[in-house]
C-alpha cells in the first residue's frame, strides 16, 4: 500500500522553480530517502509534503485521502509527522513537556475541562506523561525528562525531535537531516532508532547529507538535482549511477564522489 | 502548593494591617493582579503581546456603570455582562490580528486599546464623556458592598480563583499548546496544534480577566472614567506582567504589588515620585532581567546546588 503519493509536485518562488514536476510514491514500512546537492530543493519538498508550503501544481495523497493544501495541524492530525534541520524545540520546557506536547492529537479534554481542571484532565495528563516518557525511553532520553530542553547537547536534541514526532504515534514520519552536524558516535545512535521506528511499522522519510548513514538504511533513495528528479532506486543502483556522482561533484571529481558514496 | 499559599496570604495579610487605608490598597492590588494573571497567561504562556489589554478592562468597567444606571440591570449581572462582551470583542478582533507577529501584534492591540478609550470618550451621552461617570454600589442580597475591607475580600477570593483557574490551565494540554506555540510555532503546527484557534481562546480568556478586574475598579471606586481603558493603562498591566516575571503567576501578583504600592510609598518625595518610580522600574529591570520572581526562583535553585 502507497502510504504517500506526491504527484508532478512543484513550487515557485519569486520567478524560482524551486521544486519542477517532482513525483514521489512511498510503500508503507519502507525507509526512503531523499538526496541531492544544497538547494536541490529535498527541504522545499519536504515543507510541501508537511503542508508548510502549498504546492502551484500537483497533487498529494496520504493514507489514500488527497491532502493537497491542507495545512501542517490537519495532516498531523492525520498522523504525519516531522522533524526538523535547524531544531525547533520548544526550549521553556522540560524534556518530558516537549515529548508531551507530541500528544496533543490525541489529547481530547477542552478548554472549560482544562480551566476547572476535571478528573479528565487528570487522567488526561497521566496518558500523555506515560507515552511522552514511552516516546523518550525510545531515543534513549528515559532519563533526562526532568531536564531543561535547551540543556541537552545537540545530538541528544536531535534525538529530542524524534521523540517529539514519534510521541504522535505517526503513519509517517519525515526526518529532516537528522544526523546533520552529528558525530559518528552520535550518528550511530540515530541509526539505532531510525530502525527501531521501522520495526514499529512507522514508514520514514529521510532527508540526510551522511552517504553512510542513507546508503545503510534506505529501501528507496531519491535524488534531486536543480529541483528535478535525477533517479531514483534502492541503494545499489543510486550508489553505481553515474548521473548522481556528477550531481554531487562533477565529472572531475567523480573517483573521490565514488569513494564518498562507499 | 502556590495556590495555597497565596490563599494564606490573602487571608493572613490585614493582620498586618495597621489602618484600613491599607484594605483599599490591598484590594487595588488583587484586583490589578487579576488583570495581569490574564495578560501573562497571553504574553508569558502564548507570547502574544497585547499593548491594549486596558481596553477590556474599560468594558469591563463601563458594562457596571452604564448597564445599572441605563438600563437598570443589577450590577452582578452587568458583570458577567461585560466578561462576555470583551470576550466577543476579542473573539471578533483577534481571528484578524492575532495572524501578526511581534512588533505588528503589539501595534495592532494599542489601537484596539485607543479605539474602545476613544469610544468611551466620545459616546458621552452613555459615558459622561471624558469626565466619566459614577458607578452605582454592588448590591448582593439587599447587601450594598462597600468599604475597603469589604472589596479587600472580594477582590482577595476572586484573585485566588483566577489564580487557580490560571494554574489549572498551564497543566493542561492547553497550557502545553500554548507554550509550545510561544517557543516554535511551526513545531507546534506539525504536531496537530491549530495555532490560531489556541491564540485565539487564550485571547478571550486574558481579556475575560481584565474584564472582570475592570468592573471590580469601577464598582470598587464607585467612579469610572475613560482613563481606565487608556493607553498608559494599558502599559501598566505590560509593565506588571513583565516586572513580576513572564510566565510567572505568581509573578502576576508581585509584579500588581509592586506597581500598586510603589507610587503609594513614594508620595512622600512629592514631584520626584515618578521619576523616582522610573529609576527603581530600570533598576528592578537591570537586575532581576526575568523579572522578580523567575530571577529570584533562580537565584535560590542555583544556590541550592
Same mark, same amino acid.
Given at each position: ?14 520567478g524560482v522553480?524551486?521544486l ?9 514500512g519502507?525507509?526512503f530517502s ?13 515543507n510541501l509534503v508537511?503542508?508548510?508550503? #502549498?504546492p ?11 491532502? #493537497? ?23 521553556r520546557?522540560s524534556?518530558?513537556?516537549?515529548a ?7 489529547e481530547r479534554t477542552?478548554?472549560l475541562?482544562?480551566?476547572l481542571?476535571?478528573?479528565s484532565v ?16 525510545r531515543?534513549g532520553?528515559?532519563d533526562?525528562g526532568?531536564r531543561?530542553a535547551?540543556s541537552?547537547a545537540y545530538?541528544a536534541?536531535k ?6 514526532a514519534?510521541a ?15 558525530n559518528?558516535?552520535?550518528t550511530?545512535?540515530?541509526d539505532?532508532v531510525?530502525?527501531s521506528?521501522?520495526k514499529d511499522?512507522?514508514t520514514?522519510v529521510?532527508?540526510?547529507?551522511d552517504?553512510?548513514l542513507?546508503?545503510?538504511i534506505s529501501?528507496?533513495?531519491h535524488?534531486l538535482?536543480?529541483g528535478?528528479t ?5 541503494p545499489?543502483q ?8 556528477q ?6 571529481g567523480s ?7 562507499d | ?7 494564606v ?6 493582620l498586618?494591617?495597621p ?5 483599599r490598597?490591598?484590594?487595588?492590588v488583587?484586583?490589578?493582579a487579576?488583570?495581569?494573571?490574564g495578560?501573562?497567561?497571553?504574553m508569558?504562556?502564548?507570547g502574544?503581546?497585547s499593548l491594549?489589554h ?5 468594558i469591563?468597567?463601563y ?7 441605563h ?18 470583542v476579542a ?6 490580528i492575532l495572524r501578526?507577529k511581534?512588533?505588528?501584534?503589539a ?5 484596539l486599546?485607543l ?9 458621552a451621552g ?14 448582593l442580597?439587599?447587601?450594598?458592598l462597600?468599604g ?12 485566588v480563583?483566577g ?6 490551565l498551564m497543566?493542561s494540554p ?8 510561544h517557543?516554535?510555532?511551526?513545531a507546534?503546527?506539525v ?5 490560531a484557534?489556541?491564540k485565539l481562546?487564550?485571547?478571550i480568556?486574558?481579556?475575560m480577566y481584565?474584564?472582570?478586574a475592570g468592573?471590580?475598579?469601577a464598582?470598587f ?6 482613563d481606565a481603558?487608556?493607553?498608559?493603562r494599558?502599559?501598566?498591566l505590560v509593565?506588571m506582567?513583565?516586572l513580576?516575571?513572564m ?5 502576576s501578583?508581585?509584579?500588581a504589588?509592586?506597581?500598586v504600592?510603589l507610587p503609594?510609598?513614594l508620595t512622600?518625595?512629592?514631584e520626584?515620585?515618578q521619576?523616582?518610580?522610573?529609576l527603581i522600574?530600570m533598576?528592578f ?5 526575568r523579572?522578580?520572581?523567575p530571577s529570584i ?5 542555583g544556590?541550592r546546588?
Open positions: 500500500m502507497m502510504i504517500l503519493d506526491a504527484d508532478r509536485l512543484s513550487i515557485t518562488f519569486g522553480r524551486a519542477d514536476g517532482v513525483s514521489i510514491a512511498i510503500e508503507s519502507q525507509v531523499i538526496i541531492g546537492p544544497n538547494g536541490s530543493g529535498k527541504t522545499t519538498l519536504f508537511s503542508g508548510i508550503y #502549498t502551484n501544481d500537483g497533487s498529494i495523497r496520504f493514507a489514500g485521502e488527497i491532502v #493537497t493544501g491542507l495545512p501542517p495541524d490537519q495532516l498531523a492530525r492525520r498522523g504525519l509527522s516531522r522533524t526538523f534541520q535547524n531544531l525547533q524545540i520548544f526550549s520546557m524534556v518530558l513537556e516537549n508531551m506536547v507530541g500528544r496533543h492529537r490525541h477542552g478548554v475541562a482544562d480551566l481542571h476535571l478528573p487528570a487522567r488526561q495528563n497521566e496518558a500523555t506523561r506515560e507515552a511522552a516518557h514511552k516516546a523518550l525511553a531515543v532520553l528515559g533526562a526532568e531543561p535547551g541537552l545530538g536534541l534525538r529530542l525531535e524524534m521523540a517529539r514519534l504522535s504515534d505517526p503513519k509517517l514520519l519525515l526526518l529532516d537531516e537528522p544526523a546533520a552536524g552529528c559518528p558516535v552520535e550511530q545512535e540515530i539505532g531510525i530502525r521506528i521501522v511499522g512507522i520514514i529521510l532527508v540526510e547529507h552517504m553512510r542513507v546508503m545503510n529501501d528507496r533513495v535524488v538535482a536543480n528535478r535525477l533517479t531514483e532506486g534502492t545499489e543510486v550508489r553505481s549511477n553515474t548521473a548522481v556522482i550531481a554531487y561533484l562533477g565529472v572531475h573517483k573521490e564522489a565514488v569513494r564518498a558514496f | 502548593m502556590p495556590a495555597i499559599v497565596v490563599a496570604i490573602v487571608i493572613t495579610l490585614p498586618f494591617f489602618s484600613a487605608y491599607y484594605y490598597i490591598g484590594a487595588l488583587f484586583i490589578f487579576l488583570a495581569v494573571v495578560l501573562n497567561l497571553l508569558g504562556f502564548a502574544q503581546v491594549g486596558a481596553g477590556f478592562l474599560g469591563g468597567a458594562s457596571v456603570a452604564i448597564g445599572p444606571i438600563f437598570g440591570a443589577p450590577s452582578w449581572l452587568c458583570l458577567f455582562a461585560g466578561a462576555i462582551l470583551s470576550g466577543a473573539f471578533l478582533v483577534g481571528r484578524p501578526l511581534g512588533h505588528y501584534l501595534v495592532a492591540t494599542l489601537g486599546g479605539l474602545v478609550a476613544i469610544v468611551l470618550t466620545n459616546e452613555w459615558t459622561g464623556g471624558p469626565d466619566g461617570m459614577s458607578v452605582p454600589r454592588l448590591v442580597f439587599d447587601w450594598s462597600r475597603a475591607d469589604t472589596w479587600y475580600w472580594i477582590a482577595g477570593t476572586t484573585f480563583g489564580f487557580v483557574l490560571a494554574l489549572n497543566g492547553t497550557g502545553r499548546a500554548l507554550q509550545a506555540i517557543d516554535s510555532e511551526i507546534a503546527l504536531l496537530g496544534i491549530d495555532v484557534r489556541k481562546t487564550i485571547f480568556i486574558s481579556a481584565a474584564s472582570v468592573s471590580y475598579l464598582l471606586n464607585g467612579y469610572i472614567t475613560p481603558a487608556g493607553f498608559l494599558s502599559i501598566e509593565a506582567v513583565v513580576g516575571g510566565g510567572s503567576i505568581v509573578g501578583l508581585v509584579g504589588a509592586v506597581l504600592v503609594q510609598a512622600i518625595f512629592h520626584y515620585e521619576a523616582l518610580l522610573g522600574i533598576v529591570m537591570i537586575f532581576l532581567r523579572g522578580i520572581v526562583a533562580a537565584a535560590f535553585a544556590r546546588k
